[in-house]
């Protein structure tokens, strides 16, 4: 997990100078089409063929439409109506919400360290968010609610690959699903798309694509997914609380922007919950689900 908080820290400033130039939607879209375009082949050469698991083609659909369709559409039309520190402590709750909704389906088992570390880097975002401007009001509502939708669509996906747990590979669970979440972008995005010419799109635009398509959603979602697998749910979201510190460093290095006491004291938080987290992952081998 450590790699993909690297990779999705640093994605959110590539991503950040990419749709300056480009509708964030179309840019969502065409990564995913270069992403499915390059998992296909991948996951043929390393598997052997692209079939799906008998009993599995619809839950696949379903998880494609909802992790990836939705979960894409819907938090950039919310990131368009609210801030992007108001997002970003909107989807900090991700970790708490997979931790209950594991709990009430069963499929995962939340103790008191492991609570008290998700909540000890919950406060940690919430600090660090609130010293970047985050705030509630009635002029963000809906963009706030659209978020928020968002994050849950991200962990019924999160949930939903918990529950596949040695029935299906990780490489093979991120192709079908991306294979069946990618269209419903390219629909959403229609309108922009026609209006792009692939070929005239700056170096930048280019860099942010490739890097989020082939290192973001390529290499991050597969051993995302694996990490779900192998250690749980909740013990994979929580390390999603350190990606906005890796941000803020990737920020600070190549845009000059210093991070601020209250930053810090929100790291450290971070960090420390995280830390109490993985702490109980150490003392108690995780189970597979049933």
């Known amino acids: 997990m450590g790699v993909v908080v690297l990779i999705w820290g640093a994605n959110f400033v590539f991503v950040k100078a990419a749709i300056a130039q480009i509708s964030p939607l179309s840019f969502a879209a065409i990564r995913f089409v270069i992403a499915s375009l390059t998992l296909i082949p991948l996951l043929y050469w390393r ?78 975002i919430v600090v660090v968010m609130m ?32 529950t596949l747990a040695g029935r299906i590979s990780p490489l093979r ?27 005239q799109l700056s170096t930048v635009v280019w860099f ?15 051993l ?9 749910a909740v013990q994979t979201s929580i390390h999603g609380c350190v990606i ?6 990737v920020a600070w290095a190549a845009l000059g922007e210093r991070p601020t006491v209250w930053q810090v004291i929100g790291a450290v938080l971070i960090i420390g919950g995280v830390l109490l987290t993985r702490s109980e992952d150490r003392g108690e081998e995780v189970q597979p689900a049933e």
């Open 131 to 162: 010293a970047r401007g985050a705030s509630l009001s009635l002029h963000t509502a809906l963009g706030d609610l659209l978020t928020l939708v968002s994050a849950l669509c991200w962990v019924a996906y999160v949930l939903g690959m918990r």
């Open 173 to 199: 669970l991120t192709t079908l699903t991306m294979i069946a979440g990618t269209p419903g972008l390219v629909i959403a995005s229609a309108k922009d798309l026609m209006e792009i010419n692939l070929f």
């Open 224 to 232: 995302y997914n694996r990490a779900v697998h192998r250690i749980g």
């Open 208 to 222: 942010g694509l490739l890097f989020s398509a082939w290192f973001s959603i390529l290499i991050g979602y597969s």
């Open 47 to 124: 598997e052997g063929n692209l079939k799906v698991p008998k009993g599995l083609l619809w839950y696949l659909i379903g998880m494609g439409i909802v992790g990836h369709s939705l979960y894409q559409g819907v938090f950039v039309e919310g990131l368009a109506r609210t801030s992007t520190a108001n997002s970003a402590m909107i989807l900090s709750t991700t970790p708490a919400f997979v931790a209950l909704g594991g709990a009430l389906i069963g499929i995962e088992t939340i103790t008191r360290r492991m609570a008290v570390g998700i909540t000890i880097a919950m406060l940690g």
């Open 244 to 249: 906005p510190l890796v941000a803020a460093l």
